[in-house]
C-alpha cells in the first residue's frame, strides 16, 4: 500500500533501515492496486537497504523485479544504474 511506502521511505530517510525494509515488505506483500508505480519505488528503496548493507545480491533481485514491472517510472531508470553501480549514500 501506498502507505506502507510512505512510511518505508521516511525511515529510511532517518536511517532506521530494519524499521524501512518491515514497512516495504508489507507494501510489497499486500498490494493489489492496479497502478504498480509505488510497487517499483518500494523495489528500488529495497534494493538500496540492501546495498546498504552489503547484500547486493538482494539488491539486484530487487532492482531486476522493479524494471520488469516496466512501468515507465523514474524507479526503472535508477534500478537499471544500480544494477551496474551499487547504491551509495
Known sequence: SYLNYMRGYYFFLIGNDEKAIDFLNQCVNYYYAELDAILGYAYLLRGKIMDKKGK?????INYKKCI?????????????????????E
Open 68 to 88: 520488469k514491472l516496466d512501468n515507465y517510472t523514474h524507479a526503472i531508470i535508477l534500478a537499471e544504474k544500480y544494477l551496474d553501480n551499487p547504491f551509495q
Open 56 to 60: 547486493r545480491m538482494e539488491a539486484v
